[in-house]
Each structure stands twice: as C-alpha cells, then as structure tokens.
C-alpha cells in the first residue's frame, strides 16, 4: 500500500485513554513461535517435511493458513477441515501428496505438539493484568469463539478481560470498522478515547485508525513498518511503566480512505 506524497494529518484526541483495545494471536498468546516449535517436533517424525529448512517450512505454513483462514471465519470450513487442508497443500509444497485421512492424522499430530508447546507472550499476561487495574480491557481478535476462549482459559487472564470481540460471533472481521465499533460498545468509550494494541499493521493498526481508534503497533519481530505512519509502536512488553505511558501519547494521523484497507466484507 504506497502513500505516494501524502502526509497525514495529526489529530488532537479530546482527552485521555478510557479504554483499552487488544488483539489476542501473536499479541497475548504466542501462536507464531508455538507454531514453530510444532512444526519442529512434527518434521522429525516425517522425512519428507525435512525436505525444506524449517524456518522456511514455518512460513510456508503461516502463509497457507493465512490463505485458508477465510473459509474458517465464512464458515465454509470448521477449524479441523482447515488444518487438514493447510497440511495437504503444505505436504504438495515438499514434494508429497496426502491422502486426506494421511492429512488429518498429521493435522491432529501437529495439533497435539502445538497444544503441548503452546505459551504466552512474552510479558502479555502481565500486561493484560495490569492494563486491567486501570482500564476496561477488551479483546477484539479474528478467529473462532470457542478456541478464543480456551486461549483465555488457559493463558490465566480470562478474568482480567473485559468483554471478547470474536469475528465468529459478531459475523465480521478485522480491518472491517464494524467489529471496531462493537468493540467500542462494549467497552462504553467513543472511538478516540480508545487504544488498541496488535501485531497486525493491516488488522490492528489499520482497522483501529479507520475508526479513529489510537493503534499501538506491536512489532516483536521487528519487521519494516509498511508505510510511514506516525503510530507508537513496541517491540517487547516489558513493566508496565514503560508501556501503559505510551498509549496517552499515541498520535492519531487521519488516513484517507484507500489506506484502511479492503472494503468491509460480511461473513
């Protein structure tokens, strides 16, 4: 998404942070780097996964799951027929090619590993805790309800949420503005006295500004910024007097309206 000459216009919030916005996939829970650790312990067991180093292995998987995740938040395909075609089409990129019933076993094996393997954030659970002492805390994250909550459950931090936005349940998804809106209503607050915390520049960031939401990019990978947006950004949560300051001073930049990404789409 290229901005060309245009700079954005810095608007004044009309007064401080009431409320507190947060992804949940690679912002609390540590989906990318639990991923990676199953992946490894899968491609041990499976000599044509060794084909590919894993590191590469671990991004092709990221990408089919990002292709496959619409079907998932459509509908169109449960959370376990997805996971078996992303082994499938992820098989077809080593050279082999599965069985569907070959797929799902390996599905349900990686699904094992991952459930093993899976952790926080680094910090996050920390920081939701704190975050809640001062502000409602809400949720607004793109998956199905039911593994959201389990996320919650298990990370220990389900009581330390506010209200969960999931885009199974409320039939949109991040950027579109309508789960940011409901998001809002939940947490009783007007958009500019909002701020969101994700990892997402097009989901979170983005879809916060398309509302007029303070976004907090969350970049622990440290990966280039895709455009040149004045939006605060962290790359570890570390004490809360560190972080919590930063999303008083979170500038606000207008976007126009190509910059907020695709037009809304209804699941």
């Given amino acids: 998404m290229g901005w060309g000459s245009w700079a954005p216009v810095m608007r004044e919030p009309r007064g401080p942070v009431k409320a507190v916005l947060i992804d949940l996939d690679d912002t609390i829970f540590d989906h990318a780097l639990t991923c990676r650790a199953a992946i490894a312990a899968v491609r041990r067991t499976r000599p044509f996964l060794r084909s590919r180093p894993l590191d590469e292995l671990w991004k092709e998987y990221q990408r089919r799951l990002n292709e496959i995740q619409p079907d998932v938040l459509s509908g169109r395909l449960t959370g376990d027929q997805a996971r078996t ?12 090619r599965l069985t569907e019933s070959a797929a799902r076993e390996l599905s349900q094996e990686y699904r094992r590993k991952y ?6 954030v680094p910090g996050a659970v920390e920081l939701v805790r704190d975050l809640h002492r001062s502000y409602p805390v809400v949720v607004v994250t793109n998956n199905e309800v039911e593994e959201q909550e389990e996320k919650l459950r298990f990370l220990g931090v389900d009581d330390a949420i506010d209200a969960l936005v999931v885009s199974e349940a409320v039939g949109v998804a991040k950027p579109d503005p309508r789960i940011f809106e409901l998001a809002l209503a939940r947490a009783g607050v007007p958009a500019d006295r909002a701020a969101m915390i994700g990892d997402s520049w097009e989901n979170d960031v983005l879809g916060a500004l398309g509302v007029g939401i303070r976004p907090v990019w969350f970049n622990r990978f440290r990966e280039p910024r895709p455009d040149p947006i004045p939006v605060a950004e962290i790359r570890s949560f570390g004490p809360a007097d560190r ?11 207008t976007l126009p309206a190509r910059a907020v990404g695709p037009a809304p789409r209804q699941l």
């Fill in 85 to 96: 075609a992303r082994w499938q089409r992820l098989a077809r990129s080593c050279g082999e």
């Fill in 115 to 120: 459930l093993e393997r899976r952790r926080a």
């Fill in 243 to 253: 972080v919590v300051p930063l999303l008083a001073r979170a500038p606000l930049p």
